[in-house]
């Protein structure tokens, strides 16, 4: 009997189960992209954990463990420290203004034109490669324990995220979450445990291990800041963050729930760090990064535990492609085609694009999910270009009320293409290109400010300074027509 077969079709049958039950409650478009605005502590706190601990998180650190050791660790430092930074600086802004989107923030700040580029970069450059790194995870896996080739593998993954996306939305990817969190944390903490005593116990692991990969500075100090900018300023503008915020029954429960999910899932990332360490008495050096964790798994663990344990790996993959399916989707039902192609589209409607734009989203990923074996490859270029793009726009509309539409249109564009051609220079310095993408966007964005006029269909405000958010419920079409006049 393959155990690993068994324990992962037991475990999607049951996540199923529970996405056909959620699926009846999706009566409207609100209900199947932001659950209502309903959500309780549990999911919120599940769907964060559960998404955030996805292919980058553990089968991505786990191979940077076996490669960089402890300096890895920076990457989990940043992502949370800036997380926790966003809740509390912006968290009240976020709940007030009521947000779908990151887009939708410059949709009501800055005029619809401002809009298309943010929802072209998180829907297309960022959710659209992170779902096919997920596929290329999930074919990993099962190459690793069946004899499954790593194409089928990942149309198969393909096929099962496409349905349980489909079917429940917002409402049943995260409760399906909340499920797949208490999977994740056991296995995780299980493979490390049971894992380094099989090796002979910390201290026989520890002494086996090269010196230099137990040395948090070991990669020297640019690295560290390279790593650090990568995996840092991205979560200021990563729309998960600010969907679970906004969908939670209530700002306390939003605040709480994103805050610890973002510490646990570093947590989650340290033990994956440590077992790829430990993965080092047992493989060759040059073992291929990203079969680290699957291969640790299924050569240490008899196949009755081990088949246990990549279903925590299971969950963690599928519910990150099912999130950025969904958020994704949103960018294209609600910032493109509500946004520019049919603004008077009704519920129903939104609804139907929705799905099709999950479709849509599923086959691209497909595409990129074939081209690609490095995944933390694409999850670095896709963090890049969406900071270098977008942090300082959104820091300005929410801190900066001389900021223009123009201005930021130049600071996006301008962004873009200093990273681009830092990146073809061969990243002069050993400096990561994130770096002058965002200095040249905060340079781009007050010089161009200073010298160009509020358009007409801007709101003039800064949304966390001045508290002039959109009240809930408040159309962005009608906000939009409410332009101030002061162009201070």
């Known amino acids: 009997m393959n155990w690993y077969i068994v324990w992962i079709l037991a475990f999607l049958a049951l996540l199923f189960a529970v996405s056909l039950r959620s699926s009846k409650t999706v009566k409207t478009a609100d209900n199947y992209v932001m659950g209502d605005f309903s959500l309780g502590f549990f999911p919120i706190c599940g769907s964060v954990i559960a998404t955030v601990t996805g292919s980058a998180a553990l089968i991505g650190a786990a191979g940077k463990g076996f490669t960089l050791g402890v300096s890895y660790l920076i990457t989990s430092l940043a992502f949370v420290g800036f997380t926790i930074a966003t809740v509390i600086v912006l968290g009240p802004t976020i709940r007030r203004l009521r947000l779908y989107t990151l887009p939708e923030l410059f949709a009501r700040r800055f005029g619809r034109a401002a809009a298309l580029i943010p929802a072209l970069i998180t829907g297309l450059l960022y959710m659209t490669p992170t779902f096919g790194m997920q596929l290329v995870g999930m074919a990993a896996l099962l190459s690793s324990v069946t004899p499954i080739p790593t194409f089928w593998g990942v149309l198969l993954g393909f096929l099962v995220t496409l349905a349980f996306t489909m079917i429940g939305g917002l409402p049943s990817v995260a409760w399906t979450d909340a499920i797949q969190t208490v999977v994740i944390l056991a296995g995780v903490v299980l493979a490390l445990v049971v894992g380094i005593a099989a090796l002979g116990g910390p201290a026989e692991v520890v002494a086996a291990t090269p010196p230099q990969l137990l040395e948090f500075d070991s990669i020297g100090g640019m690295e560290l800041l390279n790593w650090f900018l990568i995996f840092g300023p991205f979560y200021i503008v990563w729309q998960t963050t600010w969907q679970r915020l906004t969908a939670a029954s209530t700002p306390k429960i939003g605040y709480s729930a994103v805050t610890i999910g973002f510490i646990v899932s570093g947590l989650v990332s340290v033990v994956a760090v440590l077992i790829g360490i430990a993965a080092l008495q047992r493989f060759p ?204």
């Open 285 to 488: 050096a040059d073992t291929k990064p990203d079969l680290v964790y699957t291969s640790f798994i299924s050569e240490i663990f008899p196949p009755w535990l081990g088949g246990l344990l990549m279903v925590s790996l299971v969950a963690a993959l599928l519910t990150g492609a099912t999130s950025f399916l969904l958020s994704g989707a949103i960018n294209i039902s609600k910032d493109i085609y509500q946004g520019w192609v049919n603004p008077g589209a009704g519920d129903q409607r939104i609804l139907v694009v929705s799905r099709l734009s999950v479709g849509a989203m599923a086959v691209l990923g497909l595409v990129i999910a074939l081209l690609i074996d490095d995944i933390i490859a694409i999850y670095e270029l896709a963090l890049t270009f969406t900071a270098s793009t977008l942090v300082m726009p959104v820091l300005a509309a929410m801190f900066w009320r001389r900021a223009t539409t123009t201005g930021v249109i130049v600071s996006m564009v301008a962004a873009a293409a200093a990273a681009v051609l830092w990146r073809l220079a061969g990243t002069p310095f050993g400096l990561h290109e994130i770096a002058p993408g965002l200095l040249v966007s905060a340079i781009t964005l007050v010089i161009v400010s200073l010298v160009s006029r509020h358009s007409a269909n801007e709101t003039v405000t800064a949304y966390a300074l001045e508290g002039r958010g959109t009240p809930t419920g408040e159309s962005t079409d009608a906000h939009e027509s409410r332009t101030l006049s002061n162009e201070s």
